[in-house]
């Protein structure tokens, strides 16, 4: 590790990096408009010079490596002066419209401006003027603030995979524009949003709604996917104003989807604010006594065989938790959090968690994607495989649907066919996953969610352990989840008891008149209309699918609207803080579970958010561990046993509206009908 001097300090720093990153390590700040630590280093913004003895001119910290021995000077007069006429030069072309920039007190050219800037400019030609771009309805385009940084250039790029943005021109002539002008054709476009340094680039939907001072934030995890993203949740009174990311290496990095950050004014749009009661046909409001009366009234005698309950994919485990405790007391074995189907047990939970953790990713050198597409069911996640990609040293191939994945893909087949031929070492992919040292097998939905979906899981199993891929040091076997409470539910034993009855069964049931009452905790994904005369109960928080065949609705509270507890795809255990309360008369899930135990006379043992919390770790040990992924446990799980021949499908066939908040989404709409035009013009 070489030595060097930093403002007269000696410091020992890792090779290979650059001096903006050791003066970091020292402690000393430096500013930058153009580097940014996840991107290629572009050098072209200026501000980072620094001083280095013996050189004839300051050098730009972000682009010079480290070497033994340098002396590197941060605040001398020369410094000074140049970063002084660097902020200068910034300046020159800015229109200076602070007042009216969305970016106001967020902004870095602000922030060094403060530190660098001049009070006049020796400056008195006409500023440049540049046209906007369109890049669609969730990036807002003011190119006469841009600076040229070109971090939105490099993003899309390097991270994003779509090669559509770029600069025209040289000198004062240089734009950023698309090479075709339409929209961004990708999942993570607002991501660009946060990169910008300046305002040349803002948020369309959140354009002019409020300022940064004015919002209160609270850090939650995003529940619009699996994934679990950490992020941070901007509310003015009761209004989610915006998401945005926050910072953790382990899940996303610092970046979050499209839906996930702009999906949110979903939450204004088709609330339940009350109860409601079906009388005459048709649903009318109530109050919540009279609503739990009519609750009471029908289960009352009613066996409680012929009762059943489905979770949707957006609860909490505390939610979870007390209607599995509710359906145990009513003496119900008929309960199931898997509303798409999939054949998922709840036992060996190295069967149903992404085992490598999303990190692992960064260490696979061979990677089968079977039966998904990362892309939609997970864009994050997608771009840590894009990432993985990059650095080489990764062999990647596919079995199910064709579609650009931003990365080269070995497809290899399109259904369970394939999938035993790779098995039986039949196809040459086996033996790059044999040979490689941690290979990973990333099972998604498409395959799990059909007829012989335990059957596929078992031949799945079956490659794992043949090309050594579960061992003691590794466990690449990785099951891609769309649904964020699934694994959640997983843990829980949300599952059919003995005797009991899974989705498929009780919407059979339902039709046979052999289930009586159905309770839906926020379950949308399900064909209601196989519900045939079933007394339905449904809480949510939109008036969606399930609400529109109730019988009775109590309203619950939306992810921002409550303080939960979330697992995500690989095992992780993240709480979600409450931002904003629920609109009208809602109330929390668990709340309202618990509420209604009291009516029915099967009073649930907690009254505290606190103590249900101490149910969860009763129920499943790994509630206890915040913030910590670990490989499951691993034993026969699957069943072997015949397939068809059907090609695997993703069960994501558009990504912008995936659950009742992105239905009731008017931006989601929007990114929808901007899609559609730009498929259609092609």
Request: hydrophobic share 40%; glycine share 10%; with cysteine.
């Amino acid at each position: 590790m070489p030595k060097m001097k930093i403002d007269g300090i000696e410091i020992e720093v890792p090779a290979g990096i650059t001096v903006l990153q050791a003066c970091e390590l020292a402690g000393v700040e430096i500013p930058r408009f153009c580097y940014h630590e996840r991107l290629s280093i572009a050098g072209n913004c200026r501000m980072c010079l620094v001083e280095q003895e013996k050189a004839p001119k300051p050098i730009a910290s972000c682009a010079m490596p480290v070497a033994e021995g340098m002396v590197i000077k941060t605040d001398t007069p020369m410094v000074r002066k140049a970063r002084n006429g660097v902020m200068e030069f910034l300046l020159i072309n800015h229109p200076l419209d602070c007042p009216i920039c969305d970016q106001g007190g967020e902004c870095d050219l602000q922030d060094q401006a403060m530190a660098f800037g001049f009070d006049r400019s020796r400056y008195h030609e006409n500023k440049r003027a540049v046209p906007d771009k369109e890049l669609g309805p969730l990036v807002k385009t003011s190119m006469n603030r841009c600076i040229h940084c070109t971090r939105c250039i490099r993003f899309a790029t390097e991270v994003a995979g779509v090669e559509e943005l770029g600069a025209t021109g040289r000198g004062e002539s240089m734009e950023v524009t698309t090479y075709v002008q339409h929209t961004l054709t990708t999942e993570l476009s607002g991501n660009i949003v946060d990169l910008c340094p300046v305002g040349a680039l803002t948020s369309k939907p959140y354009a002019y709604e409020a300022r940064s001072w004015e919002l209160r934030k609270t850090e939650s995890v995003d529940v619009l996917d699996a994934l679990g993203s950490n992020i941070r949740v901007d509310t003015r009174g009761a209004v989610v104003m915006r998401v945005l990311p926050r910072l953790n290496d382990d899940v996303n990095e610092e970046w979050i989807g499209d839906k996930t950050r702009h999906a949110v004014d979903g939450l204004r749009y088709q609330r339940l604010d009350q109860p409601y009661v079906r009388k005459g046909g048709k649903l009318v409001p109530a109050s919540w006594d009279e609503a739990f009366t009519t609750v009471v009234d029908k289960l009352k005698g009613v066996d409680g065989k012929k009762i059943a309950a489905i979770v949707g994919d957006l609860c909490d485990a505390e939610s979870m938790v007390a209607l599995k405790d509710l359906m145990a007391a009513l003496g119900s074995p008929n309960i199931d959090c898997r509303q798409d189907g999939a054949k998922l047990e709840a036992g060996v939970r190295g069967g149903y968690i992404f085992n490598p953790g999303i990190r692992g990713i960064d260490q696979a050198d061979a990677i089968l994607l079977l039966g998904t597409n990362p892309r939609w069911e997970s864009p994050v996640l997608n771009a840590r495989l894009r990432k993985r990609y990059l650095t080489g040293r990764c062999a990647f191939a596919s079995i199910g649907p064709s579609v650009d994945l931003t990365y080269p893909v070995e497809r290899l087949g399109a259904g369970p066919a394939t999938l035993r031929e790779l098995a039986d070492g039949k196809l040459g992919f086996f033996e790059k996953l044999k040979a490689a040292k941690n290979p990973m097998i990333i099972v998604g939905m498409g395959a799990l969610t059909r007829d012989d979906g335990a059957a596929v899981l078992a031949l799945a199993r079956e490659l794992a352990e043949k090309i050594n891929a579960v061992r003691e040091d590794w466990n690449g076997f990785a099951v891609l989840h769309t649904a964020a409470a699934r694994v959640g539910g997983l843990d829980l034993g949300l599952v059919p008891g003995e005797g009991g009855r899974d989705v498929a069964g009780i919407l059979t049931g339902a039709q046979n008149k052999e289930i009586d009452v159905v309770y839906l905790l926020g379950a949308d994904e399900i064909d209601v209309q196989q519900l045939g005369k079933a007394f339905v109960i449904y809480q949510g928080h939109h008036g969606d699918r399930g609400a529109h065949r109730a019988d009775v609705i109590l309203p619950g509270a939306a992810y921002t609207e409550k303080p939960g507890t979330y697992v995500n795809m690989e095992g992780r255990v993240q709480l979600g803080l409450r931002a904003t309360f629920p609109p009208g008369e809602a109330r929390e899930d668990w709340a309202i579970i618990r509420a209604l135990s009291e009516r029915l006379g099967k009073t649930l043992p907690y009254d505290t958010l606190d103590q249900v919390r101490s149910r969860l770790v009763a129920t499943n040990k790994v509630f206890a561990a915040l913030d910590q992924q670990a490989p499951g446990a691993w034993g026969p799980f699957g069943q072997a046993g015949a397939t068809n021949d059907a090609a695997f499908a993703s069960p994501i066939t558009n990504y912008y509206m995936t659950c009742p908040i992105s239905r009731a989404s008017r931006t989601m709409a929007e990114c929808m009908a901007s899609r559609q035009q730009l498929l259609a013009a092609e």
